[in-house]
């Protein structure tokens, strides 16, 4: 909504396993959440659209967090070609997750997790500095303190705008089980295709993509750019 206060912007990856903590630790009424594959570096694009929306925000806060897919897949492309090919992810994503990586070594996912963190921080601050007062951190996300239910259940991606509202209660309203959603959070479909298209042909079990077409959602237009997929349209 328009006229909601906004005085931080947390970013972060779209894996289920986080929502609930990101709830509880940040989602005061006044935080907007912004989500991709890790989060992805090209978040910076929505991250300066929200604060050029919000001039009131007072802090950016990126969060990467151990044991992170996104993270893995790009090992893969870059160590283990045959597994990530397996995969069938198109080129431009192996270029998106691979090219800015170019002449670096990692011994593990862990270390790209680091230093995709590092180079959104590095974007995020150019790309803001001259429109925003915004200060820009980044955190890392352990999960040893995050308690999830055993057991594979049937998972869904959730494709949503930013907003403050709480995940755990829009997955409520979709009668979504908790941990059960891997959640998108842009302004444009096309900024996140490349994130999409990872959570889908990684191996998280998604067997239905939901996305906001309410009034505050994404535009017909936008979501007929998906119609490739089987996309389940939500109004709140
Ligand atoms: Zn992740």
Redesign the pocket.
Known sequence: MADEQVRKIVVS???RR?HEHIDSKFKDGETLSLSS??PSEDSVRSVRKAVLEHPEVEAVELL??E?????GVTYAAKYDYSAYAGMGMSQSVFRRIVDRYDGMAFRDKEEI?QERGRLLRDRVVRAISRVSEAKVTLDHIGLGSIKMPQGEGEHSLLLLKPSTAKSSETMDRLGLERFSAYIVQAYNLRDVMPDIEMALKAPLHIKKVLADAGPNGFSGRELASLRRLDVHPVRF
């Open positions: 990856c779209m894996d986080l594959a890790g990467t967090h044991d992170c897919g996104a993270s997790t």
